[in-house]
């Protein structure tokens, strides 16, 4: 990807998607490698579906350089476009998360921020999609309280109640 990138060719990707079942094949051009939560993303235009993406890196299956080149507009910003879509469509949202003083400090070692008082962590995080916060706050248990948004609490609790249920 780096190489494409550097090189500004076109990539032919087989990606599968947080929520999908089975693969795609996408054409894109790598504009950028960002590193957001512990994660990194190639921002590209993908020619199959005619607009700016986020792909996750582990989540690209297969990638081959393809020799077609592509040039980026002199005015793209990427931070802007980060800014205005991180990670998935718009709008943007954040989700914030409370982390417990049992696990708050190895969370800070590998994310940063300050401790509270009481020994724990708020962080905020991009949203890209209810899913992928729904499986972050789960990882932890207990230890990971979802403050932020409302939608995202009630989201877990249907989750949890399903669990319970079975």
Do not use: N
Request: charged residues 30%; contains cysteine.
């Amino acid at each position: 990807m780096r190489g494409a990138l550097r090189a500004r060719k076109k990539v032919r990707l087989r990606y599968r998607s947080g929520s999908a079942k089975e693969s795609s094949d996408r054409v894109i051009c790598p504009y950028a490698l960002v590193h957001s939560a512990g994660t990194w993303y190639v921002v590209a235009y993908c020619d199959t579906s005619e607009g700016m993406r986020f792909f996750r890196v582990d989540r690209v299956e297969e990638a081959e350089q393809l020799g077609e080149p592509f040039t980026i507009a002199a005015d793209f910003d990427v931070a802007r476009v980060v800014a205005e879509r991180p990670f998935a469509g718009s709008p943007a949202k954040t989700m914030t998360v409370r982390y417990s003083p049992r696990i708050a400090r190895w969370i800070r070692e590998r994310e940063g921020g300050e401790l509270d008082a009481d020994g724990s962590l708020v962080r905020e995080y991009p949203l890209g999609d209810i899913g992928w916060g729904v499986r972050h706050a789960l990882q932890y248990g207990p230890d990971a309280e979802v403050l932020a948004p409302a939608e995202l609490r009630e989201e877990i609790v249907r989750r949890l109640e399903g669990i319970q249920a079975a």
